[in-house]
């Protein structure tokens, strides 16, 4: 609607910061510390740091459900009156301080629902991080496609495509490695006809991205019906890759087991996240794949072919969300199941917006998805009078706080989503 | 270096845009292309540049004949554009827009800025162009944006220079400054090719004219021509762009503006505290350089922005929260500045963009339905009466040419009752007849008087068509002064000095 306004010319506004994020945190405060404190559960919770088996093994943590609820609840309202006193002083609560009080939130919801029981810290936190590796991959692969310009719907479709591969060619061949190269080819393959759909052919990408995500599901679910549950034992029994500790790092309390006692689809996302944010900002290659997704115009006119920066960027994203559907399998399960990827492919999507198209933002955004599915697991077991559904929600609502503590706005990359058409 | 252009020639369709153009421009000289919008000027710099492919003719350089893929070619060869519509990455620094597509690099590919903030500064101190390599273009004023694409083209050792339509975002200071940076590159041997349609430019700076019209060159020119002669060669006929007033007859206050304030999307005050009357039968030209908020003012006033402070009033009715709906309904016509992209549906006919602002009652429908018979008579009656060139009236928008479709959105305004007329930017890029005619039409609502909104940022409209001028600058007007303003106070205005 308007055109090209120069900011900094004009004065700024005297804002008055919003203060719904001081009461949005006195609201949950309050509530952890009458739910959980007051009226909460008098039951011993043990904290459970560590196994058994660990290097530097920690004693559990005992101590009263109430206790931590009353503990957690009045740090909780003491960060909401500090969050009060930064938007009196105009100014907006940091987000590592929103991120905090969440986390304490919901480490006081766990300590409730624990009562009488234990509390697998180490158990859950590695967990998470297993669930999010695909997510993680997925988001990866997204980022690098937006970031040229092109909306990856089909993340979807090459993590199902990648689960599905290496199940069937890791069990098939026995070598999981190959099963795992595999997977990751033929993602990028599936990554390859949205590129060439949507740059040459300029067919719109929200429609060749569900059109793939359909068809993959379809051929996915044929073969399966038809093909791996009758002939499982060879076709479609994998296992997964072996748990390698990393010397030295997976002896650190809590965390150590947690990140470095891992299979390799894990350590790949490792490597994978930080590389391609270097890459990204740091090099010659991230520079122009970024103006291309800015202003492939202008990227044209200082001679970036736009074309084939977009082609391959959005193919070897496929790569990458094909390595993160191999981990659903042989990196997790050991089997493929019917639609295995149950949508966490769009779930990838969201973490790539919540990630602001960042590699390290979206691995962190992928973290909390992760701690979303194993807490609901977790819960189920220990508190089953509770629906699930309620425990679900939680991190759901963790994030939405986390969003609002978020000052300015959310901007993708300008030319995302528009085909390029050379006059 | 020497550039001739030999019998380039670039066909879209059946439409011919250049036609057998040849073109010479010596070492050092400062070439002005001298045409009307719509003449083909920007087609043959997309040519030169590598982003059309000629269907035929030659670019030689410097006696080699080269042929351009794409503009990387064109580069390496020497040539450099600044577009008239930048192509800078906003959310890159200065240096990284500067060396992209040429990165200095260290180890493992990472860009070496150091080197590249080491290349701006030294072409800005030369130049004296004060731009802060590590500045984001965004935050940056459109006059410091062009220097960045001037800087940008000399990095790469561009020996021929391609200026296309540089000054159409320049305060009449700035466009001065502009003209001094270009002597002194072409002293230093750069060979220039100005493209304008402004005669008054071309008479202060080129070495030598060429004047094009429909896509062929109609001759050379001399800068000691006289600006009646220029202007004949360009359009093809005797021009006469003054346009005859009579006194103003200003009657009540029909737009009261007072202390509105609007809030733009990075927070800051995009209309800051402006007030301001419009009487009937009187033209009020708001002028500025673009992006000074006088866009937001105008979609505050139709309705289109929500002020968050002040009032607005359409002689006693208070319009400040009215919906478009209600604005368009209190007899506001509204002229957008972008008229493909607020003023038209491309897609749409003729006939149908007449009816897009009346589409819920008479005369265009009939309780529920079109009333095809009666929009068939209307559109005929305003294609004719507004001149509209077009083949028929189910015509789609999008094949007009700009004269034409500015045509369309003035009929459409222009053809019912009005109690106030915004007009934005109304002849933007529209050919000398359509913008005589254009000029006519408001004058014309202004002596039935009724209060005129103008705003322009080409100097020469402003001065030709108000009463009034208030000039606008980072949101707020400066001042509001008489039309017989002299140019070097409103230019001083523009730039923020108040009267």
């Known amino acids: 609607m308007s055109t090209v306004v120069t900011p900094g010319l004009f004065s700024q506004v005297d804002v008055s910061v919003s203060k719904k994020t001081p009461y949005l945190m006195a609201a949950f405060a309050v509530f952890v510390l009458v739910a959980f404190g007051f009226v909460g559960k008098t039951d011993i919770v043990a904290f459970q740091w560590s196994k058994e088996e660990d290097l530097i093994h920690l004693p559990d943590f005992l101590v009263a459900s109430n206790v931590v609820g009353l503990v957690l609840g009045t740090v909780l309202v003491a960060i909401a009156v500090f969050s009060f006193?930064?938007?009196?002083?105009?100014?907006?609560?940091?987000?590592?301080?929103?991120?905090?009080?969440?986390?304490?939130?919901?480490v006081a919801l766990l300590a409730w629902l624990a009562a009488g029981n234990t509390l697998p810290f180490a158990f859950i936190l590695g967990n998470a991080v297993v669930l999010a590796v695909p997510l993680a991959l997925g988001a990866m692969g997204g980022i690098m496609s937006e970031r040229v310009g092109v909306v990856n719907i089909a993340i979807e479709g090459q993590l199902l495509t990648g689960a599905f591969l290496a199940a069937v060619v890791g069990s098939l061949t026995d070598n999981l490695y190959l099963g795992l190269i595999v997977a990751m080819i033929g993602a990028a393959l599936l990554s390859m006809v949205l590129a060439v759909f949507s740059i040459q052919y300029l067919v719109d990408q929200i429609i060749v991205g569900v059109v793939l995500n359909v068809l993959v599901l379809g051929i996915t679910n044929f073969l399966y019906a038809q093909w791996l549950s009758n002939d499982g034992q060879n076709s479609n029994f994998p296992g997964t890759f072996p748990i390698i500790p990393i010397p030295g790092l997976s002896a650190i309390p809590v965390i150590g087991p947690a990140l470095f006692e891992a299979r390799i689809t894990t350590y790949l996302a490792y490597v994978i996240i930080p590389v391609l944010w270097f890459i990204l900002f740091k090099t010659r290659l991230g520079l122009r794949a970024r103006s291309v997704g800015e202003h492939p115009l202008a990227a044209d006119t200082v001679g970036i072919n736009v074309a084939v920066t977009r082609f391959w960027w959005v193919t070897i994203g496929g790569l990458v969300a094909g390595l993160g559907g191999a981990a659903l399998t042989i990196g997790a399960v050991g089997a493929f199941g019917r639609n295995m990827s149950g949508g966490q492919g769009f779930i990838a999507l969201a973490?790539?917006?919540?990630?602001?198209?960042?590699?390290?933002?979206?691995?962190?955004?992928?973290?909390?998805?992760?701690?979303?599915?194993?807490l609901r697991i977790w819960a189920n077991q220990v508190s089953p009078g509770i629906p699930t559904d309620f425990i679900t929600i939680v991190p759901?609502?963790?994030?939405?706080?986390?969003?609002?503590?978020?000052?300015?706005?959310?901007?993708a990359p300008a030319a995302t989503g528009k085909p390029y058409i050379k006059g | 270096m020497k550039l001739e252009l030999r019998g380039i020639t670039k066909r879209f369709g059946a439409l011919v845009a250049n036609d057998h153009i040849n073109l010479v421009v010596n070492s050092g000289e400062i070439h002005a292309l001298l045409g009307e919008n719509g003449a083909g000027k920007s087609t043959l710099m997309n040519v030169l540049y590598g982003l059309y492919t000629a269907d035929e003719g030659d670019i030689v350089l410097d006696g080699v004949v080269h042929r351009f893929k794409g503009p990387g070619d064109a580069?390496?060869?020497?040539?450099?554009m600044v577009h008239q519509h930048f192509m800078l990455i906003p959310v890159f620094t200065v240096a990284e827009n500067v060396v992209l597509g040429h990165e200095p690099t260290g180890i493992l590919d990472t860009l070496d800025l150091d080197t590249a903030r080491k290349l701006v500064r030294e072409i800005s101190d030369r130049f004296g162009f004060e731009i802060d390599p590590d500045a984001l273009v965004e935050d940056l004023p459109v006059g410091a944006q062009q220097?960045?694409?001037?800087?940008?083209?000399?990095?790469?050792?561009?020996?021929?220079?391609?200026?296309?339509?540089?000054?159409?975002?320049?305060?009449?200071q700035e466009t001065d400054e502009l003209m001094g940076i270009m002597k002194g590159l072409a002293k230093a041997g750069t060979s220039i090719v100005?493209?304008?349609?402004?005669?008054?430019?071309?008479?202060a700076v080129a070495d030598r004219i060429t004047?094009?019209?429909?896509?062929?060159?109609?001759?050379?020119a001399k800068p000691t021509d006289s600006a009646a002669t220029l202007a004949t060669m360009m359009v093809g006929r005797a021009v006469d762009l003054s346009v005859t007033k009579k006194t103003p007859k200003r009657g009540e206050a029909g737009l009261s503006v007072t202390g509105l304030t609007v809030i733009g999307d990075r927070n800051n005050k995009v209309v800051d505290d402006v007030s301001f009357e419009v009487h009937a039968g009187e033209v009020l030209a708001i002028a500025g350089v673009q992006g000074n908020g006088q866009t937001e003012l105008a979609e505050a006033l139709v309705g289109l922005r929500t002020p968050s402070a002040g009032s607005i009033h359409l002689g006693k009715i208070d319009i400040t929260h009215s919906s478009v709906r209600e604005v368009i309904d209190a007899g506001v016509g509204y002229i957008p500045e972008d008229r493909s992209k607020d003023g038209l549906v491309g897609d749409f006919t003729i006939a149908e963009n007449f009816m897009i602002n009346r589409s819920y009652g008479p005369p265009f429908a009939k309780g529920l339905t079109i009333d095809f018979a009666n929009r068939e008579r209307i559109a005929a009656e305003l294609i004719d009466a507004y001149d509209v060139r077009t083949p028929s009236q189910v015509t789609l928008a999008k094949k007009l040419s700009g004269g034409n479709q500015q045509k369309v959105v003035v009929a459409r305004e222009l053809s019912r009752e009005l109690n106030l007329l915004i007009a934005s930017q109304p002849t933007r890029g529209v050919d000398v007849g359509?913008?005589?005619?254009?000029?006519?039409?408001?004058i014309a609502t202004r002596e039935a008087g009724k209060p005129v909104v103008i705003i322009s940022t080409e100097l020469d409209e402003v001065t030709t068509l108000a009463d009034r001028i208030a000039v606008m600058y980072r949101g707020r007007i400066v001042g509001i002064v008489d039309a017989k303003t002299s140019r070097e106070t409103l230019g001083r205005m523009m730039a923020g000095a108040t009267v």
């Open chain 2, 434 to 442: 359509s913008i005589e005619f254009i000029h006519d039409r408001i």
């Open chain 1, 351 to 374: 973490v790539v917006i919540l990630g602001r198209w960042h590699p390290f933002s979206a691995a962190a955004a992928a973290l909390l998805f992760g701690f979303s599915i194993v």
């Open chain 2, 211 to 220: 004047v094009i019209r429909l896509g062929a060159v109609v001759g050379e």
């Open chain 1, 85 to 106: 006193v930064l938007a009196q002083r105009t100014r907006v609560t940091p987000l590592w301080l929103t991120l905090v009080f969440g986390l304490l939130a919901v």
């Open chain 1, 396 to 411: 759901y609502v963790v994030t939405l706080i986390a969003v609002v503590g978020f000052v300015g706005r959310v901007r």
């Open chain 2, 147 to 172: 220097r960045v694409e001037i800087i940008k083209a000399l990095a790469r050792d561009a020996k021929v220079l391609v200026l296309d339509e540089p000054t159409a975002v320049l305060t009449p």
């Open chain 2, 194 to 203: 100005f493209i304008t349609h402004k005669l008054r430019e071309v008479q």
């Open chain 2, 75 to 80: 580069m390496a060869a020497g040539i450099g």
